[in-house]
C-alpha cells in the first residue's frame, strides 16, 4: 500500500481517524475528505502528514479536483438512526446519493473502493449470530440507505468492473467516540447516584473496537483477492444495554451505589439485538479481534482521567 494514493471520506470522524491515523504510517500518500459536519478538526490536524480537503461528497467537482486515487475508503455518511427517521431525504442524499459519487469518483479514477455499511441492513434479524447471508431487512431509514449504498457499490463492481469491499460494522467504540459507552460516562461523572438508560435497557448491541476494524479495513484494502465480498465486523457476542451498565458501575466501583433507571421507551427505528457471525472475517482475512469490552471501557475511562 506505500506507493498507493489512499483517499478517506469521513476521515475527520470517529473511524476515519483512527483508520487515517493508521494509514498515515503505511502511505505518504493520504487524503482525507470531509466536510466537517459531524467531524473534527482536530482528528485531522492529529494526522499531520495528511492531506485535508474540506468538501461534501454530493459535490462532484471537488471530488473530481483531488488527484487520481488508487484506493477510496467510504466512511463519510450520516450515521444518526433517529435522525435518518425524522429526515430521510437528507439521510438518502448523503447515503445514497453521496455513495454514488464517490463511486463515480472511483470509476474515473478506476479507484479501488471499500465501503463502511452497518449492521442496520439486517434490521430486526431472527437469526442468531447473524451472517451475511441474512440479506437486507432494514428497519430504518438509515439502514436502507447503507443497503442502497451497498447495492451501487456492487452495480459498479459488476458493470464497471470496479473493485469492492463492502464491510458491515457493529457497534464500534473506542476513544474519540461518540455513543452509549460516553454518554453513560458524561452522566456518571456529572451525578454519580443515577443513571438513566435511553429506551428499554434490553436493546442488545455487538460491540467491537475500532482498532479491530481498522486491522480488517487494512487487510481488505490491501489485497485484491477480497473483491465482490462482504464481511461482518463485530466481536461476534452480544451484551444488552443494562448489563453494559452494570460491567461501567463495577469497573467504576459504583455497583452499590448508582440507582439504574430505563426511559423504557425506543425511539424510532431501533432495533432489539445486534449479535453478528465473524466467522467469515476470521477464516478469510485471518481477522481475531484483540480488544475486549472491559478493557476498552477501562482505556475510555483512564483518557477522560474520570475518577468518582
Ligand atoms: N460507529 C459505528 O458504530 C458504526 C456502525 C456501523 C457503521 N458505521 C459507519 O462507519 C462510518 C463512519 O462512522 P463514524 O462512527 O466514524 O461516524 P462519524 O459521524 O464520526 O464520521 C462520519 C464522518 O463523515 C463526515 N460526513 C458526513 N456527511 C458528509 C458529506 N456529505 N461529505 C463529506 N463528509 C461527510 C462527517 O463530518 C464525519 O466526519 C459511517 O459510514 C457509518 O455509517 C459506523
Known amino acids: 500500500m506505500e506507493e498507493q494514493k489512499v483517499l478517506v471520506t469521513g476521515g475527520a470522524g470517529f ?11 503505511i502511505t505518504n500518500n493520504l487524503t482525507i475528505y470531509d466536510d466537517l459536519s459531524s467531524g473534527k478538526l482536530e482528528n485531522v490536524t492529529d494526522v499531520s502528514s495528511a492531506n485535508f480537503v474540506k468538501g461534501d461528497i454530493l459535490d462532484l467537482k471537488t471530488l473530481y ?11 463519510a455518511a450520516q450515521v444518526v438512526v433517529p435522525y435518518s427517521m425524522e429526515n430521510p431525504l437528507i439521510d438518502f442524499e448523503t447515503n445514497a446519493k453521496g455513495t454514488v459519487c464517490v463511486l463515480e469518483k472511483a ?7 471499500v465501503f463502511a455499511s452497518s449492521a442496520a441492513v439486517y434490521g430486526n434479524p431472527s437469526v442468531f449470530p447473524t451472517p451475511e447471508t441474512y440479506g437486507f431487512h432494514p428497519f430504518s431509514c438509515y439502514g436502507l440507505s447503507k443497503v442502497v449504498g451497498e447495492e451501487y457499490c456492487q452495480m459498479y463492481r459488476e458493470q464497471y ?3 469492492v469491499v463492502i464491510t458491515r460494522f457493529a457497534n464500534v467504540y473506542g476513544l474519540r467516540c461518540h455513543g452509549v459507552i460516553h454518554d453513560f460516562l458524561d452522566k456518571l461523572a456529572k451525578n454519580p447516584d443515577k443513571l438513566e438508560i435511553i429506551g428499554t435497557g434490553k436493546q442488545s448491541r455487538d460491540f467491537v473496537h475500532v482498532s479491530d476494524v481498522v486491522e480488517a479495513l487494512l487487510t481488505v484494502g490491501d489485497a485484491d483477492k477480497f473483491n465482490g465480498e462482504t464481511y461482518n465486523l463485530g466481536i461476534g457476542k452480544t451484551i444488552n444495554i443494562i448489563e453494559l451498565s452494570q460491567l461501567i ?3 467504576l466501583g459504583l455497583q452499590n451505589r448508582t440507582v439504574v433507571t430505563t426511559t423504557n421507551q425506543s425511539w424510532q427505528g431501533d432495533v432489539t439485538k445486534i449479535w453478528f457471525d465473524n466467522s467469515k472475517a476470521k477464516k478469510e482475512l485471518n481477522w481475531i479481534p484483540q480488544v475486549t469490552l472491559e478493557d476498552s471501557i477501562k482505556e475510555v475511562i483512564a483518557d477522560r482521567k474520570i475518577s468518582i
Not at 473511524?15 to 504510517?25: E, M
Not at 479536483?65 to 466512511?75: A, F, R, T
Not at 470509476?107 to 473502493?113: E, H, T, Y
Open 65 to 75: 479536483s483531488l488527484p487520481k486515487q488508487d484506493l477510496i475508503y467510504h466512511l
Open 107 to 113: 470509476r474515473k479514477d478506476d479507484a479501488k473502493v
Open 249 to 251: 458501575l463495577t469497573i
Open 161 to 163: 468492473g470496479l473493485d
Open 15 to 25: 473511524i476515519g481517524y483512527h483508520l487515517c491515523k493508521k494509514l498515515s504510517t
